[in-house]
Every structure is written in structure tokens, then in C-alpha cells.
């Protein structure tokens, strides 16, 4: 079975710049995975923030990116708010499945 | 706008069954898939089901294979999803997501790009 991995929490400074990784408990995270990033504050829907590896949704500010990093997806928050406390998700399309990460809790103090 | 809606969540006992239903406005419901993505109290995002926007391909997450049924009405611009054989660990927040496929002369890509509110399914006795 496979498993997606995400580090359970990371914490950062107001200003400062986190990478957050999303990875396979076999094998590398490959673009033809569509890695995707999803945003969620406790009682609201995810919203969607990068898809297909690097590309932002609309309306997201250009200080989320995303890329490979080594054998992994990688979300960078560059010039962390407070606002952006909140889990991360990342996802992964397996040709007839997606496959969710257990999410990372990200805290900004 | 691009609105989906869920409805149907509800308590059920162990074994009972429940029917989720998605109403979508604001897109060509019928072109494009759909997915069911749930979420346990406390826990993290689980994918569910996908269902192509004609509705010939169906597929499912191993946890809910043989006891729950994506379907979608496209006259109807509703998805639903069919849970039988209800357990305890499908207590979760529901959540109908579309799905985006496309390609462009830089590449294939492919996401959830709107997400409903979620519904509420608790099972328990």
C-alpha cells in the first residue's frame, strides 16, 4: 500500500522561509504524479494552493511555490504571515487513485 | 461563481446506509469529474471516490471499495455518493471536489480545483 509522508508539524518565524516535503514511503515523487498543495484552517474546506508540482491557483500569492526537491515535492513559504498557520496537504495522482498525505500542521510564531 | 453543495449527512447507526448528494452551479457540471474526499474528526484528508464527467470510469479508495457508489446525474448538475454497510470509521466531515484536467504546451495538469463545504456523516449506535 502505499503512503504519501509529510512532516507532522513544522514551525516558522513571521518572515521566515519554510520548505515543506511530500514524499513516498517507496520510491520518488516524480511530476507524473501531479503533485498538488492544499491549505486547510480547522472548520473550513481546503483551498487549493499549487497543482501539477509548480503552478499557483488563482489568487495565491507568488510567496507559495512549489517543486521537486531531491525524490520529493517540496512547498516553500517564502516571507511567512501569520496567517499562513494553518495544515498543508499535499497530494499525489497514481493513474486510477489519489493518494492524500497525513498533512503537516504548520505554526508561525 | 463555481458553487458546490453538499446535503444528506446525517447519524446512522453501524450498518446502516446513507446517501451524500453534491449540487454544482457555475460550470459545465457535465464536463468535468468529480470526487468525494472525506475527513475524520481530527485527521487529515482522505480521497474517496472519482467519478468521470460522463460517469463511465469510477474509482474508489480500497476503504470503501464494494460499500460505497459515486454516481452523478448530469441532468441534475448533482454528484452523489451511495455508502452502505456504514462503520464507525467512516465518521467524517464529506467534501465533493472538482476535478481539473488539462493540458497546454507546457504540460498535463490535474488537481482538485473547487472544493464544497462538507457534510457531516457520524456513524454510531
Known amino acids: 500500500q502505499t503512503v504519501v509522508t509529510q512532516e507532522p508539524s513544522f514551525s516558522v518565524s513571521p518572515g521566515g522561509t519554510v520548505t515543506l516535503t511530500c514524499g513516498l514511503s517507496s520510491g520518488s515523487v516524480s511530476t507524473s504524479y501531479y503533485p498538488s498543495w492544499y491549505q486547510q484552517t480547522p472548520g473550513q474546506a481546503p483551498r487549493t494552493l499549487i497543482y501539477s508540482t509548480n503552478t499557483r491557483s488563482s489568487g495565491v500569492p507568488d510567496r507559495f511555490s512549489g517543486s521537486i526537491l531531491g525524490n520529493k515535492a517540496a512547498l516553500t513559504i517564502t516571507g511567512a504571515q501569520a496567517d499562513d498557520e494553518s495544515d498543508y496537504y499535499c497530494v499525489l495522482y497514481m493513474g486510477s487513485l489519489w493518494v492524500f498525505g497525513g498533512g503537516t500542521k504548520l505554526t508561525v510564531l | 461563481q463555481v458553487q458546490l453543495v453538499e446535503s444528506g449527512g446525517g447519524v446512522v447507526q453501524p450498518g446502516g446506509s446513507l446517501r451524500l448528494s453534491c449540487a454544482a452551479s457555475?460550470?459545465?457540471?457535465?464536463?468535468?469529474?468529480m470526487h468525494w474526499v472525506r475527513q475524520a474528526p481530527g485527521k487529515g484528508l482522505e480521497w474517496v471516490a472519482f467519478?468521470?464527467?460522463?460517469?463511465?470510469?469510477?474509482y474508489y479508495a480500497d476503504s470503501v471499495k464494494g460499500r460505497f457508489t459515486i454516481s452523478r446525474d448530469n441532468s441534475k448538475n448533482t454528484l452523489y455518493l451511495q455508502m452502505n454497510s456504514l462503520r464507525a470509521e467512516d465518521t467524517a466531515v464529506y467534501y465533493c471536489a472538482k476535478d481539473r484536467y488539462y493540458y497546454d504546451s507546457s504540460g498535463y495538469y490535474r488537481y482538485f480545483d473547487y472544493w464544497g463545504q462538507g457534510t457531516l456523516v457520524t456513524v454510531s449506535s
Open positions: 467519478i468521470r464527467y460522463d460517469g463511465s470510469n469510477k
Open positions: 457555475g460550470f459545465t457540471f457535465s464536463s468535468y469529474g
